[in-house]
């Protein structure tokens, strides 16, 4: 080979790297909720979405809808991301009226998504959906129905049988909770229980569950054999609070958890499965706010030192830091950008923070900037009725 | 002796009323309608009377002063004797909405209420008294009328002596220059009178209709009660132009659109609007996703307009070029989900947002760049739609 036609083939294979990175650019599914042909809703969203996310500015840019289906308000991955997980948040999929989860194949290449099969979640109204580590079941929570299930993955990715189904009962707790600011007109249902957000512990070794209508947070160990759960513990929050979305410190030795109806955040020791609280919960919307508010979602930064809480009707991102006790204090509230934020998302890299207002149609991009605060970056996605972002990994 | 105790006791007295007569607003609430099962979620209970603080702006202590059904807009006769406000209901008689007279307890802020007759049309949402005293002005926003009903020497509201009612077809409901992402309403529809108001010298009477997009100009007989057109103007198709302030001149009207987030300039003379440069946005650079604006407000050396944006929960502040064009320089965050309404205090120093779905009102303090500053002052009150200073 000439010096000449080897310079020619090597940039013809820079050329061709630099088009294969290109196309492995970041990219995130977006989950939204839509129209129900059954019930009375105002979504504006039609499926799950792929976006591509600018490097350097963070920026998604041209969703594309990869799954027409019905709200997909959560979604996962399973653990090598060959497979999508999606539950339907709706409360007439088949004869039990029940909602339901659909699994689907990643084309790795192109992100689309191609569906395999659709199953009933178990009860009606799925929130929240997770893979557990084994990669053998799909956890699912269950909202209106007020239960938690186990489904089975089969060897393909396909979704086999619900292996268990809890449904918490017992006595009802309380409507509204003691320590609520005062003007809080918003509700959290509490006629009866309601799952609400269903993951795992960072060992892998429990199975965590809220419960926003009983108030109460279930750890259970799963079975990975015959995917039933038995129970750990259950840790009673405050009656009202509505325990919501949940994280843990990334050593596993703490739990964060989100309570929806009195916007403030509980820290808890984890220990063998067992939560103590620790210290006094806090507040998530600014000093001396009054009015409505419910909290949605709650993150961790990868370094572990910051948890960013979305505060609904205020409309922010509460920035709260944790302590080298594992305490916590919140240092800032930025602004979404629009209102109801229904979750948050970081990108792998952590620098970006994404609000995914559902009341505003549209995806916030933050930076986070010094003291982890997210910063608006001045992008905006405009995405009918967001409700969850999930980054596909390269 | 005797003349230092009387001196005193003066003094005291005078304190005493000095408290008394500290700022005082009504606040108008949105509150369930037994009627309207969707309104059942509203949190207010009729129209309160709150006490705000000279130095901080803070309102505080609400007391219900009028048991109603949704009073979302209220105003105060000139001598501020009487209070007027709409019922924001289609549940009044024959499915109309109802505006509602009371007597102002100057002392202690208490009301009373005089009578209650028909809007002239279902769901009103705006009131304003004609500058003769004589005529309460009403906007209907879903009957799509604006009517004119008499007021008695005693304040109480007579015979309604005109209902305008804009025909023609229907409007598109999506306008061209909207936000990217913007979901609006899916159905053609008719009038929506969302505004009616005298201009600063008392000739005209100014009507926004939303929902065929166009502004009208009327004449008012004062003694007839009924309105003659003078000129009508249309906005962009789908644009609904809201809420309207006039400069302190009278000259210019600024005309806000609800569906594009976008603020219009006329040129206002012998009653006919001439649009002077291309319209702004109230919103960020580059916003994308869903919106509605709501208030515009105008302070009082008319150099800054304060336009409130829905969904992305802004108050825009929007400087008033020599030319009387105007300029975004910035949004600033509500604190709260749906601002209905934005109100100045009489001193020009405060500005609320009153959060209709956030159920309360948040102060701001306006500094010399004439941008709002969050004070840190909440308020909770239930579904808050308009408030209105007691001189």
Same mark, same amino acid.
């Given at each position: 080979m000439s010096n000449r036609k080897f310079l020619t083939a090597a940039a013809a294979i820079a050329a061709l790297l630099g088009c294969a990175s290109a196309a492995q650019a970041a990219r995130a599914y977006v989950g939204t909720y839509t129209q129900e042909p059954t019930a009375r809703s105002n979504n504006h969203g039609e499926g799950i979405y792929l976006v591509d996310i600018d490097d350097a500015t963070g920026a998604p840019s041209n969703p594309r809808l990869v799954a027409k289906m019905l709200s997909p308000s959560w979604i996962a991955l399973s653990p090598d991301h060959k497979f999508l997980y999606a539950n339907s948040e709706i409360l007439d999929y088949g004869p039990d009226k029940t909602g339901s989860v659909t699994a689907y194949v990643v084309d790795q290449a192109s992100g689309g998504l191609k569906p395999l099969n659709t199953v009933s979640s178990a009860s009606a109204g799925p929130a929240y959906i997770a893979v557990h580590s084994s990669g053998k079941f799909v956890l699912v929570a269950n909202y209106h129905g007020g239960s938690f299930a186990v489904i089975?993955?089969?060897?393909?990715?396909?979704?086999?049988?619900?292996?268990?189904?809890?449904?918490?009962?017992?006595?009802?707790?309380?409507?509204t909770a003691s320590d609520s600011q005062p003007g809080q007109f918003a509700g959290s249902d509490h006629r009866g229980s309601h799952g609400h957000m269903i993951g795992m512990d960072p060992s892998g070794q429990y199975v965590v569950g809220d419960d926003a209508g009983r108030d109460q947070i279930f750890v259970w160990k799963l079975d990975t054999g015959t995917g039933k759960l038995s129970q750990v513990s259950v840790t009673k929050v405050l009656p009202g609070a509505a325990p919501r979305h949940f994280v843990f410190s990334h050593d596993g030795k703490r739990m964060y958890q989100l309570q929806e109806q009195d916007s403030r955040l509980q820290a808890y020791n984890f220990k063998d499965g067992v939560l103590t609280a620790l210290g006094a919960s806090i507040f998530t919307p600014p000093d001396g706010y009054q009015g409505s508010n419910t909290t949605s979602e709650l993150l961790i930064d990868n370094a572990g030192k910051h948890l960013y809480a979305a505060n609904r009707t205020q409309d922010s991102i509460a920035t709260i830091a944790i302590g080298a006790d594992g305490g916590v204090t919140r240092t800032a509230n930025t602004h979404t950008g629009a209102n109801n934020p229904?979750?948050?998302?970081?990108?792998?890299?952590?620098?970006?923070?994404?609000?995914?207002?559902?009341?505003?149609?549209?995806i916030?991009?933050?930076?986070?900037?010094?003291?982890?605060?997210?910063?608006?970056?001045?992008?905006?996605?405009?995405?009918?009725?967001?409700?969850?972002?999930?980054?596909?990994?390269? | 002796m005797k003349f230092l105790t009387t001196v005193a006791a003066t003094a005291l007295i005078l304190s005493s009323a000095n408290a008394a007569f500290a700022a005082r607003a009504y606040i108008g609430t949105y509150t369930p309608d037994p009627a309207d099962p969707r309104s059942s979620n509203n949190g207010g209970a009729g129209i309160y009377l709150v006490n705000v603080d000279d130095a901080t702006g803070a309102p505080s202590n609400p007391k219900l002063v009028a048991k109603s059904l949704s009073p979302t807009w209220i105003t105060l006769s000139a001598?501020?004797?009487? /209070?007027?406000?709409? $019922?924001?209901?289609?549940?009044?008689?024959?499915?109309?909405?109802?505006?509602?007279?009371?007597?102002?307890?100057?002392?202690?802020?208490? /009301?009373?209420?005089? $009578?209650m007759v028909d809007s002239g049309g279902p769901i009103p949402c705006y009131v304003s008294v004609h500058p003769s005293g004589k005529f309460l002005l009403v906007a209907n926003y879903t009957g799509g009328s604006y009517s004119v009903t008499r007021i008695k020497p005693d304040g109480s509201l007579g015979e309604t002596t005109d209902v305008v009612k804009p025909g023609g077809p229907m409007s598109v409901y999506q306008a061209t220059d909207r936000p990217v992402g913007m979901a609006g309403s899916k159905e053609p529809h008719g009038s929506r009178g969302h505004m009616i108001l005298p201009d600063p010298s008392g000739q005209y009477v100014v009507g926004a209709d939303a929902g065929r997009d166009q502004i009208f100009v009327w004449k008012l007989d004062t003694n007839t009660g009924k309105l003659q057109e003078v000129s009508v103007t249309k906005s962009v198709p789908g644009a609904g132009p809201r809420h309207f302030a006039f400069s302190p001149d009278g000259k210019t009207l600024y005309q806000q659109q609800e569906q594009d987030s976008?603020?219009?300039?006329?040129?206002?003379?012998?009653g006919k609007l001439t649009q002077k440069g291309a319209s702004i946005s109230t919103l960020p650079n580059g916003y994308q996703g869903s919106n509605t604006t709501s208030e515009l407000l105008i302070d009082k050396a008319g150099k800054n307009l304060y336009g409130a944006n829905r969904n992305h929960d802004s108050i825009a502040t929007m400087a008033v070029g020599a030319g009387g064009g105007v300029k975004?320089?910035?949004?600033?965050?509500?604190?709260?989900?749906?601002p209905r309404s934005l109100t100045i205090d009489p001193t020009g120093k405060f500005l609320y947002s009153l959060n209709q779905n956030a159920s309360n009102v948040a102060t701001f303090r306006l500094g010399a760049d004439g941008i709002p500053k969050f004070t840190g002052k909440f308020l909770a009150l239930g579904t808050p739609a308009v408030m209105v200073f007691l001189p």
């Open positions: 089975r993955v089969k060897s393909d990715g396909s979704l086999g049988e619900a292996t268990d189904v809890v449904k918490p009962e017992g006595p009802l707790t309380s409507p229904r979750s948050l998302a970081l990108d792998p890299s952590g620098k970006f923070l994404y609000s995914l207002n559902q009341g505003g149609d549209n916030v991009t933050f930076r986070i900037g010094a003291a982890g605060v997210p910063q608006y970056a001045g992008k905006v996605l405009a995405l009918g009725s967001p409700a969850v972002m999930v980054f596909l990994p390269n | 001598d501020h004797k009487f /209070l007027y406000a709409v $019922n924001e209901v289609a549940s009044y008689g024959n499915k109309s909405g109802s505006i509602t007279a009371y007597a102002v307890d100057g002392a202690s802020g208490a /009301l009373k209420q005089l $009578n976008r603020l219009t300039v006329y040129g206002f003379a012998g975004l320089v910035a949004n600033t965050h509500t604190e709260g989900t749906i």
